[in-house]
């Protein structure tokens, strides 16, 4: 379990199978037209890593389609509805690294 700055939540990651979930609490819905976008970072990367919606109250659980490799990081963007190959705004969620 890794903690996340930005939101209410923590990153979940299999240390044998480096499969990650995100569990945000409370995340408001995304704006109109636009998506959150997972991303996996490492180093100087950034892979997409799964779109969702969010939805106010609601726990969100976001399966990550990408690993999560030691030393990697798990951060999260607002992108246009459908989602980017590389993230063009500054993530507000992130977290720590995974070990």
Do not use: C
Not at 29 to 57: C, M, N, R
Not at 59 to 82: D, F, K, M, R, W
């Amino acid at each position: 379990r890794i903690p996340l700055d930005g939101a209410d939540g923590v990153l979940v990651v299999d240390g044998e199978t480096q499969e990650g979930n995100l569990l945000l609490f409370g995340l408001d819905k995304a704006p109109e037209a636009h998506t959150y976008e997972a991303w996996v970072i490492q180093g100087d990367e950034a892979v997409p890593a799964g779109l969702f919606s969010g939805g106010g109250e609601r726990t969100t659980v976001v399966p990550l389609s990408q690993p999560v490799p030691e030393g990697a990081i798990v951060a999260v963007t607002v992108e246009e509805a459908g989602g980017v190959e590389q993230p063009t705004q500054r993530p507000f969620i992130t977290s720590g690294q995974a070990a």
